[in-house]
């Protein structure tokens, strides 16, 4: 029998399909649908996806098999013990997919890069993940499966986003994040994106049109031209000003505005006495660090007697967003400067 679908280029693929199961609009009990450079979605009775996510369109769907497994750890064969090594997570950014091999099954990456790529819709690439290094915080990948470069389009929060995984830094699992400080700016509040990466947060700001200005700030040349390349999409790119320089150097001449977003999570506490200067009074502060859990509960007075004695700080917000080792993750901190 025939029902609708939702048909996405494959390298949107993944994208799509968290949008659909976060709003319950993908049917489960039907297989994906490949056709040439398309995925066709199958969609819960009566869905209307968000705007411009897809096309949709009428389908035969078969059903999934009942054996079919909805962990790609299942396609790789071997005793129990080595299934229970495999990496259980991964990231996909656009129609890239991301792991972190451990060590000691290191000679089993193509293997393991096999089986992702059969497993993600739309995937095209898998990377082995060797983690972000330098203050750029440029990530190391080696290709263990697919074809073609670094570069691709990620879906979020209704934005395509220039993503090269290797050149500029960008994390999918805050994508919520930038959704939730987009939907916090007030009418009219001047905003400063520090160590911006490809932009995400700036342009889910503009995207929501509440802004007054949007400077996003990165010393990686090739994170600025990866957003412009977002920017020259999008008629709401013209409000995100995009400038290439270090902290250093840019903060110093730097006007005070209302919000001030800083995702960098192992050096910025370092700075957090300069970006002070720059929010301006009853302003709000949005900030990310990596964080020991053993001192999560004393952390935000430490971060507000660093950002100094000369305002009034108060800590709105504390939450963690996700993991980020065995002993710390990446926590949220939001804070309101007072009427000084």
Not at 147 to 158: F, L, S, V
Request: include cysteine.
């Amino acid at each position: 029998m025939s029902s609708e679908g939702l048909r996405v280029p494959r390298s949107r693929g993944e994208g799509a399909r968290q949008v659909l199961i976060e709003s319950h609009l993908l049917e489960p009990g039907r297989a994906i649908l490949r056709e040439e450079d398309y995925l066709v979605l199958p969609l819960v009775p009566g869905a209307r996806p968000p705007e411009g996510l897809g096309t949709i369109v009428t389908r035969e769907f078969p059903p999934v098999p009942s054996s079919a497994s909805s962990d790609y750890r299942d396609r790789l064969s071997g005793p129990p013990e080595f299934k229970a090594r495999l990496p259980r997570s991964f990231d996909v950014v656009g129609d890239i997919v991301l792991v972190r091999i451990p060590e000691e099954l290191e000679e089993h990456r193509e293997k393991i890069g096999s089986a992702l790529l059969e497993f993600v819709p739309g995937a095209r690439i898998v990377g082995a993940d060797r983690g972000v290094h330098g203050t750029e915080r440029l990530r190391s990948v080696e290709r263990i499966a697919g074809t073609g470069g670094w570069t691709t389009r990620h879906r979020e929060n209704g934005i395509e986003l220039t993503v090269n995984v290797e050149k500029a830094y960008f994390s999918p699992r805050l994508a919520r994040e930038h959704d939730r400080v987009a939907q916090a700016v007030r009418p009219g509040e001047r905003v400063y994106d520090l160590c911006c990466g490809v932009a995400p947060f700036a342009f889910t700001i503009a995207r929501g049109g509440r802004a007054g200005a949007i400077t996003a700030v990165d010393a990686n040349p090739s994170a600025i031209e990866l957003a412009r390349s977002t920017a020259r999409r999008y008629a709401f790119g013209s409000r995100v000003t995009l400038v290439e320089a270090r902290l250093e150097s840019f903060l110093p001449g730097a006007e005070p505005r209302e919000l001030v977003v800083l995702n960098l999570p192992r050096e910025g506490i370092k700075y957090l006495s300069s970006v002070a200067r720059v929010i301006a009074p009853q302003g709000r502060l949005f900030y990310y660090e990596v964080t020991a859990r053993a001192e999560l509960d004393t952390r935000a007075k430490v971060v507000s007697d660093t950002l100094g004695t000369g305002a009034d700080w108060r800590a709105s917000d504390v939450h963690v967003v996700h993991p980020y080792s065995p002993s710390s993750d990446l926590v949220a901190f939001t804070f309101e400067r007072g009427s000084r």
